[in-house]
């Protein structure tokens, strides 16, 4: 199994940047590919980032050029460094387990809550 457990939220003004944390661990875990999710309140849970194993990134339109998606595999831990934040940002964000997805396991994290307010 996959166990994926997401750290670094919180409570910033406009402007300003956080580094979310998602370590992995479990058997299943082998530097999979992990994405970054995200749901704000009333709306649907949403993509932000994928990495893979290799490294091949991918970015929804609306964080590129503001966040990076990164891996230390060392640490079994993805990185997502959210700079420039908005209103918009606000969310619980999720980390989640493209590669064991595709194996049938569907493994989540608790969420991390990102409030941007003034």
């Known amino acids: 199994q996959v166990q994926l457990e997401e750290s670094g939220g919180g409570l910033v003004k406009p402007g300003e940047s956080l580094r979310l944390s998602c370590l992995a661990s479990?058997?299943?875990?082998?530097?999979?590919?992990i994405g970054w999710y995200r749901q704000a309140p009333g709306k649907q849970r949403e993509i932000v980032a994928t990495i893979t194993r290799s490294g091949s990134i991918h970015y929804a339109d609306s964080v590129k050029g503001r966040f990076t998606i990164s891996r230390d595999d060392a640490k079994s831990t993805v990185y997502l460094q959210m700079n420039n934040l908005g209103s918009n940002d606000t969310a619980v964000y999720y980390c989640?387990?493209?590669?064991?997805?595709?194996?049938?396991?569907?493994?989540w994290g608790q969420g991390t809550q990102v409030t941007v307010s003034a």
């Open positions: 479990g058997s299943m875990y082998r530097n999979n590919a």
């Open positions: 989640h387990d493209l590669t064991a997805s595709i194996l049938g396991v569907d493994a």
